[in-house]
């Protein structure tokens, strides 16, 4: 059986989870974070930073959420189209994938290494990182007017839901994005994100930031 290594309060974690819930594949999850000092040990050695989340399938040791997809769509597929089969189709995706890692995700992230580095938010801080996020937030909403919204989990709404997810903490999509608000609402009420923001639900007072009494 395939193992997923991760946590449940982890962005990168859901981006994985929210793949393997919507095809229906059979894993065991193996929580990180001194549950098991064997799979927090395994997990740091198995990649050059030892991050998670980590996929196991038989011999083969995946790293890197989008990685970890790419590999189920592959060798476990499903109802859920992970990728189209046409590969132009198929490197658009991938491109929006690393518009929601590298310019919702990570970008939010480093207002939550400084608060977890300094024990706050500088000022400065906050004001580049609502700078950045009101720009992409912008560009999303753009995007929207094109895309087709529907019921199903693609790349896209893996890596969409859990960054828009936890940005929207940081910095909220204001009310001149009003695609992207709804299309936030729209990922948070498909089950297998659900089913991720629920079982994160007590974690939630870790959130360096302090977490919104919502969603």
Not at 13 to 25: E, H, M, S
Not at 52 to 64: H, Y
Not at 73 to 99: C, N, Q, T
Not at 119 to 129: H, I, N
Request: charged share 20%; net charge negative; aromatic share 10%.
């Amino acid at each position: 059986m395939l193992k997923l290594y991760g946590h449940p309060f982890s962005s990168y974690t859901w981006k994985a989870l929210i793949a393997l819930y919507a095809n229906g594949t059979a894993f065991e999850f193996r929580p990180l974070g001194g549950v098991d000092a064997a799979d927090d040990a395994f997990v740091a050695a198995a990649s050059p930073q030892g991050k998670f989340p980590l996929l196991v399938d038989g011999d083969a040791v995946v790293f890197e959420a989008t990685s970890i997809i790419e590999h189920l769509h592959l060798h476990h597929p499903g109802p859920a189209p992970l990728l189209p089969a046409d590969p132009a189709e198929a490197a658009r995706v991938r491109m929006i994938d690393r518009v929601f890692d590298n310019y919702v995700m990570g970008i939010m992230q480093e207002s939550v290494a400084e608060a977890i580095r300094l024990g706050a938010l500088s000022t400065e801080t906050r004001a580049d990182v609502e700078a950045r996020l009101d720009r992409s937030y912008r560009w999303i909403e753009g995007w929207l007017e094109h895309y087709p919204v529907s019921g199903t989990a693609t790349l896209v709404e893996c890596a969409a839901a859990p960054s828009l997810f936890y940005a929207d903490w940081v910095h909220p999509i204001p009310d001149h994005c009003p695609r992207l608000k709804a299309w936030r609402k729209h990922l948070l009420a498909l089950p297998p994100v659900a089913r991720c923001v629920d079982d994160a639900r007590p974690y939630r007072a870790f959130f360096p930031l302090g977490a919104p009494d919502r969603d």
